[in-house]
């Protein structure tokens, strides 16, 4: 082993310990997130500065895939700031896209620095039970509020454990069962009964927490992701269509046999109607205005947007000329990604966000051609990708720490630069 190798090795347990934690926190506490990250970055930076041979191993491993897509994506924004009313609002965006791309820089280029050719997969999948064992202790605290045991709001839906956003709550779980169902395609851990009686316990409780969660968006999100992995997984065309339709039927059978699903389904078509009537105040009809008005923030200057953090003041205008309904206020984004990115930072900003999931998806889809090991990532970052880029339709999913996190941490883990030059297994 070189004296690099030899370093890295010396502080490899400490940094990997660190992401660990970082990785089993995500979905229970966004404060020890943040702290776990700048401890972590801290660490790195006293090594990089004390230890030349360590100092290497990061510089040799900085240059990730998604770098400069998430850099591009921050650039976006930063130039937005020239053009916005209200710096502070504006700053506070740029703030949280750069904690998107410091988690990802964290995760993956640790990771390859302190990974070695055998441990290039089996360090990642530690990660990702430490991901996965969050989620389910967050399920677990909420199944526990649900009956009672833990605060007061026994039987009480839609299920938000420790002040968690049902929506927010859900997608995780979508992500978390992406996660368990990777394990259960491609990794050798599905070979022991014990990780196989956990991965699907894990995926059943996951399924009635998203149920219960009652968050179209994840039911969304789930139901087309899945079909399209199962397109990119199964290599007979008439299978996938037999798959597709079988899909379909149980989508049929849950809207007329399940009252959860068959209600809030039911409400979309309600909402609608009342929308073309002039009833606008419900979830699809404040969607709608809250869609309409970030269009026309983007018509007002469709290559830059109206500016990084000018959406809530330049919402309050159209609200105080009369032109939208003052209920609107209490959002702060349009509840669409894109239509997010379209408003405040114009084609540029929609550019560097579709930019990222291209990348995403460039790098994941040929090393479904490569072993299992490989296999595994490339699924989980296929199926991450498309399922923010669908629910993200519905909502403006980096503009929440847990779900931006999430899709930094993933990606680090699963888009990394060592993960293509590694031999097979």
């Known amino acids: 082993m070189n004296a690099a190798g030899e370093l890295v090795g010396k502080y490899r347990v400490v940094l990997f310990g660190g992401l660990l934690l970082f990785s089993l926190s995500l979905a229970l506490s966004k404060s020890a997130t943040n702290v776990l990250m700048a401890l972590m970055y801290l660490a790195v930076l006293f090594l990089v500065a004390r230890y030349r041979p360590f100092r290497h191993a990061i510089m040799s491993n900085a240059r990730q895939p998604l770098l400069f897509p998430l850099a591009l994506y921050l650039s976006a924004a930063v130039l937005g700031l020239l053009f916005t009313e209200h710096l502070t609002d504006g700053l506070g965006i740029m703030n949280k896209i750069v904690g998107l791309l410091m988690v990802y820089l964290m995760v993956s280029v640790v990771l390859d620095s302190i990974d070695t050719g055998e441990t290039v997969y089996q360090n990642a999948e530690k990660l990702l039970l430490a991901f996965l064992i969050g989620i389910a202790a967050l399920n677990v605290i909420a199944f526990m509020t649900y009956l009672g045991l833990v605060g007061h709001k026994k039987f009480v839906v839609p299920l938000a454990p420790l002040n968690v956003h049902h929506i927010w709550f859900s997608n995780l779980n979508a992500i978390g069962m992406y996660t368990a169902v990777a394990f259960l395609l491609f990794s050798s851990r599905r070979q022991d009964a014990r990780y196989r009686t956990f991965f699907f316990s894990f995926l059943l409780v996951c399924g009635v927490s998203v149920l219960l969660s009652l968050s179209r968006t994840a039911w969304f999100g789930i139901f087309l992701t899945t079909i399209i992995l199962i397109y990119l997984i199964v290599k007979k065309k008439k299978v996938f269509f037999v798959a597709l339709l079988g899909m379909f039927g149980i989508g049929v059978a849950l809207f007329f046999f399940n009252q959860i699903i068959h209600t809030r389904l039911h409400a979309i078509v309600s909402d609608i109607s009342l929308f073309f009537t002039g009833q606008t105040q419900t979830d699809i ?29 330049t919402m309050s205008r159209y ?29 540029m900003g929609l550019s560097a966000l579709l930019y990222i999931f291209y990348r995403g998806l460039r790098y994941a889809l040929p090393l479904f051609k490569s ?19 669908i629910a993200g339709m519905t909502d403006s999913f980096f503009n929440i720490q847990m779900l931006r996190y999430t899709f930094g941490f993933v990606m680090g883990v699963c888009v990394r630069d060592s993960l293509k030059s590694a031999h097979s297994s």
């Open 285 to 313: 009809g404040q969607r709608f205005l809250m869609w309409k008005a970030a269009f026309r923030m983007f018509l007002s200057n469709p290559l830059f947007g109206v500016g990084t953090g000018d959406y809530v003041p």
């Open 319 to 347: 609200m105080a000329s009369g032109e939208f309904p003052s209920y609107l206020a209490e959002f702060n984004q349009p509840h669409n990604m894109y239509l997010f990115a379209l408003a405040t930072n114009g084609l």
């Open 371 to 389: 072993g299992n090991g490989k296999r595994l990532f490339a699924f989980l970052a296929a199926a991450t990708t498309v399922h923010f880029m």
